[in-house]
């Protein structure tokens, strides 16, 4: 009897093994390897030019693939969930986006975290969900998670195909996708996020100079290293086109507190999913770090936010634009939205080219 016990033990311990390399190799030969520069796709929609002096609202938002409202905790902040929406919830969240995006109608929108064919999002096109609410914009859009099957936690979280989205109501003539540091070796990295830049540009009518607009996500779930690479690879690229006498707003979620904001109403809570910290001096020459504090961007995940006590619980500031100094910044606004459809709140700002 111990015999055939011990035999069972040893086939069911070889089974695990074999299926865990299998996986492995799976998930190895099936890795999304970007190159370091790729142009992407502009799907047509304008052919408004900017023109300088004008008054232009450009909008930043972390959607979080329409799954992160406020019902919703994840497992990755110290909550439980994995699959965080239901599809009706998922489409509820959606609606409520595009709403938000119809009701602002700025020229110009940085999405994150936009999902397409993943099943934490129930294979809905986010992608076209939401660049539908803004009709005749240039459309153009950048994987950076893409993966086969993601095999943790349990349940795991399975296929994913997530995007960064840039709409513009003028006129794209390039698109480019630039491949940002991984600070994550092998085998972690097969099934981790590829970061990017999502770089698009605008002709400046009568001018042979452009608008560059840098969509980003920078790293959250790393030791540091990662998001100073990223932070480091964004300003050198961002410098080099002042070099060249464009003009240029980078958007989206660093991931990171700006230094010279102050977010001491949003102090740190022992325990909780921590940031980073981008330095703005070393942007300081060439170009303006601005945020706006009197909301906050982004809201814990620990919890649901729904049925919590709302005055003490974590927020943060991660969301913001860095741009160049020949913009006039007129206005940084945050929009309240209580976090409803997303952790994340959309933040839009109104400048103009000097």
Same mark, same amino acid.
């Given at each position: 009897m111990a015999k055939r016990i011990f035999k069972a033990l040893g086939t069911l311990l070889l089974v695990i093994v074999l299926a865990?390399?299998?996986?492995?190799?799976?998930?190895?030969?099936?890795?999304?390897?970007?190159?370091?520069?790729?142009?992407?796709?502009?799907?047509? @929609?304008?052919?408004?030019?900017?023109?300088? @002096?004008?008054?232009?609202?450009?909008?930043?938002?972390?959607?979080?693939?329409?799954?992160l409202g406020d019902n919703a905790d994840f497992f990755m902040d110290g909550g439980e969930m994995v699959r965080s929406a239901t599809e009706a919830r998922l489409n509820k969240n959606l609606k409520g986006m595009a709403k938000e995006l119809m009701s602002?109608?700025?020229?110009?929108?940085? #999405?994150?975290?936009? &999902?397409?064919?993943?099943?934490?999002?129930?294979?809905?096109?986010?992608?076209?969900?939401?660049?539908?609410?803004?009709?005749?914009?240039?459309?153009?859009?950048?994987?950076?998670?893409?993966?086969?099957?993601?095999?943790?936690?349990v349940p795991p979280i399975g296929e994913v195909h997530t995007n960064l989205e840039t709409l513009s109501k003028y006129d794209v003539t390039h698109s480019t996708r630039i491949q940002l540091p991984v600070p994550f070796a092998w085998p972690v990295r097969t099934a981790n996020l590829k970061r990017c830049l999502l770089?698009?540009?605008?002709?400046?009518? &009568? !001018?042979?100079?452009?608008?560059? %607009?840098?969509? %980003?996500?920078?790293?959250?779930?790393d030791d540091g290293e990662g998001k100073e690479a990223q932070t480091k690879m964004l300003y050198t690229f961002m410098e080099k086109e002042v070099q060249?006498?464009?003009?240029?707003?980078?958007?989206?979620?660093?991931?990171? !507190?700006? !230094?010279?904001?102050?977010?001491?109403?949003?102090?740190?809570?022992? @325990?909780?999913?921590?940031? @980073?910290? %981008?330095?703005?001096?070393?942007?300081?020459?060439?170009?303006?770090?601005?945020?706006?504090?009197?909301?906050?961007?982004?809201? !814990?995940?620990?919890?649901?936010?729904?049925?919590?006590?709302?005055?003490?619980?974590?927020?943060?500031m991660i969301d913001g634009f860095i741009a160049s100094k020949n913009?006039?910044?007129?206005?940084?606004?945050?929009?309240? #939205?209580?976090?409803r459809y997303s952790d994340h709140n959309p933040v839009v700002l109104t400048a103009a080219l000097n």
């Open positions: 865990a390399v299998g996986l492995l190799a799976f998930l190895t030969i099936t890795e999304f390897r970007p190159a370091d520069t790729e142009n992407t796709a502009i799907a047509d @929609g304008t052919k408004q030019r900017l023109e300088m @002096g004008d008054t232009f609202s450009v909008m930043t938002w972390n959607v979080g693939y329409g799954a602002v109608d700025p020229d110009m929108v940085l #999405l994150q975290e936009v &999902d397409l064919d993943s099943t934490r999002s129930y294979h809905v096109d986010e992608c076209d969900r939401l660049a539908d609410a803004l009709p005749e914009t240039d459309v153009s859009k950048a994987q950076y998670y893409s993966v086969k099957f993601v095999p943790y936690p770089v698009t540009r605008l002709p400046i009518e &009568d !001018s042979d100079k452009q608008l560059v %607009l840098v969509n %980003l996500h920078l790293e959250a779930y060249k006498g464009n003009y240029v707003i980078a958007a989206g979620d660093f991931n990171q !507190s700006f !230094s010279n904001i102050d977010t001491s109403m949003y102090p740190y809570q022992e @325990g909780m999913w921590a940031i @980073g910290e %981008l330095d703005a001096d070393v942007f300081d020459e060439d170009f303006q770090v601005v945020m706006d504090n009197t909301v906050p961007t982004c809201r !814990s995940l620990d919890k649901p936010l729904a049925g919590a006590n709302a005055k003490t619980f974590q927020y943060y913009i006039t910044i007129k206005s940084v606004k945050t929009r309240d #939205l209580g976090f």
